[in-house]
Each structure stands twice: as structure tokens, then as C-alpha cells.
């Protein structure tokens, strides 16, 4: 009975003592201080990031995906519209300045975006209140600081340490905390991120891996078509010593018989052929699973990654439906950052010069995504237009009701349209 007691105490002492095992617990060292749960371990987070740019430097299809979405994205051009004659200046200042540049630097923008799935933007302001913009490569950020109690409100940003051993720390921007002195600042957005993480993660990042087999397969595919069509000549004689065959072997490898000539021989010589017996099937449909993996995981139709797929007019327009949404939805993140970075920009500016409403309105404008939608709202505010007028002739609607609806059809946002 006093043995059954001492081990029920010695199991429940070891109950007490025993910890729940975790990835953190179990990978020591795994995660650096500061790494959120739903993020990657720091040094996966890395790897991916290197994996992407290798990906986007060398393999083709990859390239043409980032390009693809900068180029529907930012495409059609950017420009900012403000009603405030002052804060429009400083606005078109800051966009033209030889060094921003902000025209040129939308496509930067938005393959770091699409590539790494984050954007750490470095603002800069002189004495004057001009700020300049500098693009941050993710791969160089380490480590994000933020509050305790909410990952969503980050504190500073901490860069790799250099050759030198030297690593930099940024304070995050916040208008209500700026110092007077306006020292450079940074500013982090991201795309695909989880909830309850700090950063993104890469448009390519699903399809790394299947990227990386469509590229072997290529590859082999092309080593054996190359091999498929070699052979060799074999002859056969009777020779009267080693050197006979030597001097034979080394005539014909000067002279080898080209290809479709007349061979004339003696019934001492026999010829034959050797070729490899590779026996290799059709694999066109397993690049192409391989490819539909890779198109399904980017969001693209496979026409857009020459692949047709003995598709048609109308199946491709309507395969490409849900594509122009998200280059729709990718398009209002971007704008939504550049008019963050020039409210930035302005209110350190206003501080500099006391004329400038740092709460100007303003917004940025983007091109269509497709020029396909102009045709369409056209035909659509024609027919809108038509029904609004025969309503206001019958006393129906008002003015401004017509031209509501005629903006609401032509994709103006009618809603909003203000009337003298």
C-alpha cells in the first residue's frame, strides 16, 4: 500500500513538471525574438525570399508572372488628383523629383511587391520638407518590432547586420509621434499575409516548387530529344592485324559518311547502325498538369503562359474574368500605398510650410485593367443615358438623378458626383 502511494506522489510530481511541447520549445533557436506564430520561421522566411528572386532571375516562366501583374497593374500609368491648388503642387513635386521619379519607380514597386509580398519603404525629409523614397530590399529587414498587445502596430523595423557587422534600426512612421527633426522613417506593406502575422509572403511562393519540376522537366525533355536522334556506325571486317583496323577506324572517322550519300562496300566490310532505344512516351500532358498547377497556384488562365490549349475566343475572355479581378484588387492595394506614402510626404512637408493642409484630399488614379470594360461601360452609360432622359422628359427623376445614373453606368462612381 506504501509503495502504490509513493508512486501515485512520483507521478504526479512528474505531471506537475511536464511542459506542453511547441515548435518553439522543440526548434530552439529555430525562431528569432519578436516572430509571431502564424509567420515563417525566420530563416524559411529568408529562404523563400531568396528562392523567389533566384526563380524571377532565372526562370523564365516566373519572370513573365511578376510581369504580367506589374504590367496590368501599373500599365495604364498612375496620377495623383487634388482639389487643393498647394498641397497639388507639393503632391506634383514630390512625383516628378529627379530623385523619386515616381513614375519609373511603379514597376519597381510592384514586382517587390509581387516578389517578396512586402514593401519596406524608406522616407527621407530635408530641412525644406521634400522626402524622397527609397525601396528597402525584404531580404535585408530582420526583425520587426511592434506592440505587445497588437502585431498590426509596428514599432521599428531592424536590418541585417552588413559585412561590417553593422546593423540599422528604423522607427516606424507614425504622424501623431514624429519628431521635429524628421528623421528617416520607414513604412511596411504587405500582401498574402496571414491574419495575425507581420509579413507577406510572395505571389511565386505556392508554386516555387512546381516552377522548379516544370524546369527540370523541360530540361530532360529537351536532353532527350537531343540524344533521341544520335546513333553510331559499327563495322564489321576481317582485319589482318590490330594496326589494319586502326588505319581503317581512323579513315573513316576523317571522312564519315554524310547524311542521304551512296556507300559502296565489299562483302569484307558489314555496316550497321546503333541508335538509342529511348522509348520515351508523349509527356506533353504532364508539362501540361504541371503548368495548370503552376497557372491554378499564380491565378493566371493558361493562354496567358503560351499555353492555348486549343482553347477559344470566348472561353479565353471568360477564363480571364477572375484574372482581371485580382489584378484589380493587387491595383487598389497599390494605389492605396502610394496615396499612404504622399499623406506621409505631406504632412512632413506641412511642417516645414505652414501653407500646406496636411489633410488634403487627394487621390490616386489608376489606368483600366482592361481596355475591353471601356467598350462595354460605354455601350451600358448609351443605354442608361437613353432610359434616364425619357424618365426626366415624364417628370420621373430629377437632374441630378439622370446624372447619377448615367456616371453610375460609365464606371464614375455615381454615387459621389456632385451637382453645381
Same mark, same amino acid.
Given at each position: 500500500?506504501?509503495? #502504490?502511494?509513493?508512486?501515485?506522489?512520483?507521478?504526479?510530481?512528474?505531471?506537475?513538471?511536464?511542459?506542453?511541447?511547441? $515548435?518553439? =520549445?522543440?526548434?530552439?533557436?529555430?525562431?528569432?525574438?519578436?516572430?509571431?506564430?502564424?509567420?515563417?520561421?525566420?530563416?524559411?522566411?529568408?529562404?523563400?525570399?531568396?528562392?523567389?528572386?533566384?526563380?524571377?532571375?532565372?526562370?523564365?516562366?516566373?519572370?513573365?508572372?511578376?510581369?504580367?501583374?506589374?504590367?496590368?497593374?501599373?500599365?495604364?500609368?498612375?496620377? %495623383?488628383?487634388?482639389?487643393?491648388?498647394?498641397?497639388?503642387?507639393?503632391?506634383?513635386?514630390?512625383?516628378?523629383?529627379?530623385?523619386?521619379?515616381?513614375?519609373?519607380?511603379?514597376?519597381?514597386?510592384?514586382?517587390?511587391?509581387?516578389?517578396?509580398?512586402?514593401?519596406?519603404?524608406? &522616407?527621407?525629409?530635408?530641412?525644406?520638407?521634400?522626402?524622397?523614397?527609397?525601396?528597402?530590399?525584404?531580404?535585408?529587414?530582420?526583425?520587426?518590432?511592434?506592440?505587445?498587445?497588437?502585431?498590426?502596430?509596428?514599432?521599428?523595423?531592424?536590418?541585417? *547586420?552588413?559585412?561590417?557587422?553593422?546593423?540599422?534600426?528604423? *522607427?516606424?512612421? $507614425?504622424?501623431?509621434?514624429?519628431?521635429?527633426?524628421?528623421?528617416?522613417?520607414?513604412?511596411?506593406?504587405?500582401?498574402?499575409?496571414?491574419?495575425?502575422?507581420?509579413?507577406?509572403?510572395?505571389?511565386?511562393?505556392?508554386?516555387?516548387?512546381?516552377?522548379?519540376?516544370?524546369?527540370?522537366?523541360?530540361?530532360?525533355?529537351?536532353?532527350?530529344?537531343?540524344?533521341?536522334?544520335?546513333?553510331?556506325?559499327?563495322?564489321?571486317?576481317?582485319?589482318? =592485324?590490330? =594496326?589494319?583496323?586502326?588505319?581503317? #577506324?581512323? #579513315?573513316?572517322?576523317?571522312?564519315?559518311?554524310?547524311?542521304?550519300?551512296?556507300?559502296?562496300?565489299?562483302?569484307?566490310?558489314?555496316?550497321? %547502325?546503333?541508335?538509342?532505344? &529511348?522509348? !520515351?512516351?508523349?509527356?506533353?500532358?504532364?508539362?501540361?498538369?504541371?503548368?495548370?498547377?503552376?497557372?491554378?497556384?499564380?491565378?493566371?488562365?493558361?493562354?496567358?503562359?503560351?499555353?492555348?490549349?486549343?482553347?477559344?475566343?470566348?472561353?479565353?475572355?471568360?477564363?480571364?474574368?477572375?484574372?482581371?479581378?485580382?489584378?484589380?484588387?493587387?491595383?487598389?492595394?497599390?494605389?492605396?500605398?502610394?496615396? $499612404?506614402?504622399?499623406?506621409?510626404?505631406?504632412?512632413?512637408?506641412?511642417?516645414?510650410?505652414?501653407?500646406?493642409? *496636411? $489633410?488634403?484630399?487627394?487621390?490616386?488614379?489608376?489606368?483600366?485593367?482592361?481596355?475591353?470594360?471601356?467598350?462595354?461601360?460605354?455601350?451600358?452609360?448609351?443605354?442608361?443615358?437613353?432610359?434616364?432622359?425619357? &424618365?426626366?422628359?415624364?417628370?420621373?427623376?430629377?437632374? !441630378?438623378?439622370?446624372?447619377?445614373?448615367?456616371?453610375?453606368?460609365?464606371?464614375?462612381?455615381?454615387?459621389?458626383?456632385?451637382?453645381?
Amino acid at each position: 500500500m506504501e509503495a #502504490q502511494v509513493q508512486e501515485s506522489a512520483e507521478g504526479e510530481q512528474r505531471t506537475g513538471l511536464s511542459l506542453v511541447e511547441t $515548435d518553439g =520549445s522543440f526548434l530552439v533557436g529555430a525562431s528569432a525574438l519578436g516572430d509571431q506564430p502564424r509567420d515563417r520561421h525566420a530563416y524559411d522566411r529568408l529562404q523563400v525570399m531568396d528562392d523567389c528572386l533566384d526563380a524571377w532571375r532565372f526562370n523564365p516562366l516566373a519572370r513573365r508572372i511578376i510581369e504580367l501583374t506589374t504590367q496590368y497593374v501599373t500599365g495604364g500609368g498612375m496620377r %495623383v488628383n487634388c482639389t487643393d491648388q498647394r498641397a497639388r503642387e507639393f503632391l506634383l513635386a514630390f512625383w516628378q523629383h529627379p530623385l523619386n521619379r515616381m513614375d519609373a519607380r511603379l514597376v519597381e514597386l510592384s514586382d517587390e511587391l509581387a516578389r517578396s509580398g512586402n514593401l519596406f519603404l524608406l &522616407l527621407s525629409t530635408d530641412p525644406g520638407g521634400m522626402s524622397y523614397l527609397r525601396v528597402v530590399p525584404s531580404a535585408d529587414i530582420e526583425r520587426i518590432s511592434s506592440q505587445p498587445n497588437d502585431v498590426e502596430q509596428e514599432l521599428r523595423y531592424h536590418t541585417r *547586420p552588413d559585412l561590417d557587422g553593422i546593423s540599422l534600426s528604423y *522607427p516606424a512612421y $507614425d504622424p501623431l509621434d514624429d519628431s521635429p527633426e524628421m528623421p528617416p522613417v520607414m513604412l511596411h506593406y504587405a500582401v498574402n499575409r496571414p491574419a495575425g502575422a507581420q509579413w507577406g509572403e510572395s505571389d511565386l511562393s505556392p508554386v516555387l516548387r512546381w516552377l522548379s519540376r516544370y524546369a527540370s522537366w523541360l530540361e530532360d525533355r529537351v536532353r532527350l530529344n537531343r540524344f533521341r536522334n544520335a546513333f553510331m556506325y559499327v563495322v564489321k571486317a576481317r582485319f589482318a =592485324s590490330e =594496326s589494319a583496323r586502326a588505319t581503317r #577506324q581512323s #579513315q573513316l572517322t576523317t571522312n564519315p559518311p554524310a547524311s542521304g550519300s551512296v556507300l559502296v562496300t565489299d562483302e569484307s566490310e558489314e555496316w550497321s %547502325v546503333i541508335a538509342p532505344r &529511348l522509348e !520515351a512516351l508523349d509527356a506533353s500532358t504532364d508539362g501540361l498538369a504541371i503548368k495548370k498547377m503552376i497557372a491554378a497556384g499564380v491565378g493566371l488562365p493558361l493562354h496567358f503562359l503560351a499555353e492555348p490549349e486549343s482553347s477559344t475566343r470566348t472561353t479565353a475572355e471568360a477564363s480571364g474574368g477572375p484574372t482581371l479581378r485580382r489584378f484589380e484588387q493587387r491595383q487598389r492595394t497599390l494605389r492605396w500605398i502610394l496615396e $499612404d506614402v504622399l499623406r506621409a510626404a505631406l504632412r512632413r512637408a506641412a511642417r516645414a510650410d505652414a501653407r500646406l493642409n *496636411p $489633410d488634403a484630399v487627394f487621390q490616386v488614379q489608376a489606368g483600366d485593367i482592361s481596355a475591353r470594360d471601356n467598350g462595354a461601360l460605354a455601350e451600358a452609360g448609351s443605354k442608361a443615358a437613353a432610359v434616364a432622359q425619357e &424618365l426626366y422628359a415624364q417628370g420621373l427623376i430629377d437632374k !441630378a438623378e439622370v446624372l447619377r445614373l448615367v456616371y453610375r453606368f460609365l464606371g464614375e462612381g455615381g454615387e459621389y458626383v456632385e451637382m453645381p
